[in-house]
């Protein structure tokens, strides 16, 4: 790919090179958590942690010595510090870092270029090792029930629609979340309890839970027993290597309420006077909901790859995953609602790596909420179920479409859990309050309707996943074109 050299910067309104629209106020949100923007050959726009490549590991040791030497030769070191010895499932991939910012500058002043990345990958692929840039992954949520209007930021192709705030005190801009506050479903099925059946485990790999300590005593986050916040979410399984965070650029397991600010919340001894809620803060507490009412028999594990703003990476998504399937799997369904846009539309390396650490179990991911064909990963990958979403009109407005898309369900006003006692202050005015229920939008609350209709199918007739998922898209059913198979949940 090609991408220019010119840096993103904080500060006026400068916008990423090579875009085709100004990303406006967003453009200090993406240098303060790390994210830049590059043009591909063709025009198409992606976006990419500037300063990390993913690199394949050779199963063969000689080939694994070569690449050792070929990273020392450029002074580049291995995230973990060495290329890893393969498992017994395979050779994986290995995250490198580069930066070539003066080291004195702040984070936000750092280089926003990903030139420097882009030819260390062709380098390792000119020397025969399957390397690509480590591409940001993005929740698929959008504003509820209104098109692109004038409030749509565009980056990647994707676009941001919510309220840009900037707090008045301390000059940080946030992307405030479009998930309105709702009351609770009329109903909410109960478990069948079904003798001699296993039930569904399912992963979800989203921003993770909010959660409490297990006794119901308000401490510091730590390493005690915690339980799910919502009464509706008990079942959800709280690991007990759970990781909490109050850094909101650290991805971890627990859904930050609102929009902790990179730089301090205070300027001066002026305090903030705003309590906001994040752009994506309690996305997988709603999914987690989302497929509770159609599967209540499922056992959900939960996994952060991304934080409360939305933003993950491949190498998270990547790494998150192995550590789940070793340590808590296996797993029937994982449920991926994230996703981007890749260079020339292919994803070899983020492919290989992740349908060997999914095995036997069926992915499950949002088709993307750019109303376009273009391609978008992981949903697009042949291995995994892509799903895109109605309305009450057919389509809906935002949905991705194409060939690729395997499936739809509804995705427009869905009403899932949410935070339990939450009120959105901004600059010194409540505005919204959240009691435990809340709608939103978007392909992000589609995909895990059709994982857990898919689970729910292997727990009443037996099987895998995947034979489930056969069952439920043979010829028989319902299917939309472009928009795959028909799930009326």
């Known amino acids: 790919m090609t991408v220019s050299d010119e840096p993103i910067r904080r500060g006026k309104p400068s916008q990423p090179v090579d875009h085709p629209a100004a990303l406006g106020d967003l453009a200090d949100v993406f240098v303060a958590r790390n994210i830049a923007v590059g043009m591909t050959p063709d025009g198409s726009v992606v976006l990419a942690r500037p300063d990390s490549v993913l690199v394949e590991v050779p199963r063969d040791a000689g080939r694994r010595r070569e690449l050792q030497s070929f990273l020392s030769q450029r002074k580049l070191r291995p995230d973990n510090g060495l290329?890893?010895?393969?498992?017994?499932?395979?050779?994986?991939?290995?995250?490198?870092?580069?930066?070539?910012?003066?080291?004195?500058?702040?984070?936000?002043?750092?280089?926003?270029?990903?030139?420097?990345?882009?030819?260390?990958?062709?380098?390792?692929?000119?020397?025969?090792?399957g390397a690509d840039l480590n591409y940001v992954v993005i929740g698929a949520q959008v504003m509820h029930g209104e098109p692109l209007g004038a409030q749509t930021s565009w980056a990647g192709e994707m676009a941001f629609l919510a309220n840009v705030f900037t707090d008045p005190v301390t000059g940080q801009t946030s992307l405030l979340t479009t998930a309105?506050?709702?009351?609770?479903?009329?109903?909410?099925?109960?478990?069948l309890d079904l003798p001699d059946r296993p039930r569904p485990r399912i992963l979800v790999l989203d921003t993770?839970?909010?959660?409490?300590?297990a006794d119901g005593e308000v401490r510091a986050a730590g390493p005690v027993a915690?339980?799910?916040?919502?009464?509706?979410?008990?079942?959800?399984?709280?690991?007990?290597?759970?990781?909490?965070?109050?850094?909101?650029?650290?991805?971890?397991?627990?859904?930050?309420?609102?929009?902790?600010?990179?730089?301090?919340?205070?300027?001066?001894?002026?305090?903030?006077?705003?309590k906001l809620l994040d752009f994506e803060a309690g996305h997988g507490s709603?999914?987690?909901?989302?497929?509770?009412?159609t599967c209540p028999d499922a056992d959900i594990v939960s996994a952060g790859v991304l934080s409360s703003f939305g933003d993950g990476d491949v190498a998270g998504v990547l790494s998150t995953l192995k550590r789940m399937m070793d340590t808590q799997g296996p797993f029937d369904v994982v449920v991926m609602s994230f996703g981007t846009n890749f260079a020339d539309d292919e994803a070899a390396v983020f492919e290989t790596e992740l349908m060997r650490l999914l095995g036997p179990a069926l992915g499950v991911a949002a088709a993307g909420n750019q109303n376009t064909c273009r391609p978008y990963f992981p949903a697009a990958l042949p291995g995994v179920v892509g799903v895109g979403a109605t309305s009450a009109?057919?389509?809906?407005?935002?949905?991705?479409?194409?060939?690729?898309?395997?499936?739809?369900?509804?995705?427009?006003?869905?009403?899932?859990?949410?935070?339990t006692d939450f009120t959105e202050?901004?600059?010194?005015?409540?505005?919204?309050?959240?009691?435990?229920?809340?709608?939103?939008s978007g392909t992000s609350f589609s995909a895990p309707k059709v994982a857990a209709a898919i689970a729910q199918e292997m727990y009443l007739f037996g099987g895998t996943a995947k034979d489930a998922w056969k069952r439920l898209s043979t010829h028989k059913h319902l299917r939309v074109p472009d928009l795959g198979v028909v799930f009326n949940v």
């Open 208 to 213: 993770g839970l909010t959660t409490v300590p």
């Open 393 to 419: 009109g057919g389509k809906a407005w935002f949905s991705n479409f194409g060939g690729w898309v395997d499936a739809c369900a509804p995705g427009v006003d869905v009403v899932s859990t949410f935070f």
């Open 286 to 293: 709603f999914i987690a909901g989302v497929v509770l009412q």
């Open 425 to 440: 202050v901004l600059d010194g005015t409540p505005t919204r309050d959240y009691k435990g229920w809340a709608r939103w």
């Open 180 to 191: 309105e506050p709702t009351v609770q479903p009329p109903a909410w099925r109960d478990p």
């Open 83 to 129: 290329v890893p010895e393969p498992d017994d499932g395979g050779a994986g991939v290995v995250a490198v870092s580069i930066d070539d910012s003066e080291p004195s500058l702040r984070h936000s002043e750092r280089r926003l270029s990903l030139r420097s990345v882009a030819d260390v990958a062709s380098d390792a692929r000119s020397a025969g090792f």
């Open 226 to 274: 915690r339980r799910a916040e919502h009464e509706r979410l008990q079942c959800c399984e709280i690991r007990k290597d759970w990781k909490v965070d109050a850094d909101p650029r650290i991805v971890d397991d627990e859904d930050e309420r609102f929009d902790p600010p990179v730089r301090p919340l205070t300027s001066g001894t002026k305090p903030s006077r705003s």
